[in-house]
């Protein structure tokens, strides 16, 4: 089976400052990692994948992650945040094997950027 | 093109009741996944259709259901209401044919409230 932990439930920041959501996951089988913002009252929105190839991945809105292997680490940084980018934030993965939309996602964490 | 849409958006139903959710995929997307999401739970895999075919399964109780149409629109169905089912039910599309990398598309949810 597979599981998600973000690290952390909530992170507060201020404004311009960097800041770094923690992702780690179980699984014995080869896994794509995926990261998703949501906003008050709307649904989810993907802000990276990675599926394969270079570990660093960048995404939309200045987010970057890095898959480590070794660790089972998916980490979502952004180097200076802005206000807008207060949200909650999930961390998620699926199995790389066979025909599947089941997305199994982390607790979530909340980012809260402080002017 | 438009989005993934969902309706209704909020509801309220009483225990003991059934409810029908209703989600129309991104032009083209033939896989539709539902999503509970829950302060408690967090976000749980329902289940996932694919040409009007049940693909995949969460581990919810027979109460839960869903059905997906030729024009890939779904439905889920939950009968017997019980107040935990509480919860804002979000649905996803995506084409369907990646093998887990296909990125899901998800709609802004209907809130569910059970008295």
Known sequence: AQS???LDSQVPVFEEAPVELRCNYSSSVSVYLFWYVQYPNQGLQLLLKYLSG??????????EAEFNKSQTSFHLRKPSVHISDT????????????NTGKLIFGQG??????P | KAGVTQT??????????QVTLSCSPISGHRSVSWYQQT???????????FSETQRNKGNFPGRFSGRQFSNSRSEMNVSTLELGDS????????????RGTDTQYFGPGTRLTVL
């Open chain 1, 4 to 6: 998600v932990t973000q």
């Open chain 1, 54 to 63: 270079s570990t660093l991945v960048k995404g939309i809105n200045g987010f």
């Open chain 1, 87 to 98: 949200a909650e934030y999930f961390c998620a993965v699926t199995l790389s094997e066979g």
């Open chain 1, 109 to 114: 964490t909340t980012l809260q950027v402080k």
């Open chain 2, 8 to 17: 209704p958006r909020y509801l309220i139903k009483t225990r003991g009741q």
């Open chain 2, 39 to 49: 302060p408690g739970q967090g976000l749980q895999f329902l289940f996932e259709y």
């Open chain 2, 87 to 98: 919860a804002l039910y979000l649905c996803a599309s995506s084409l369907g044919v990646g």
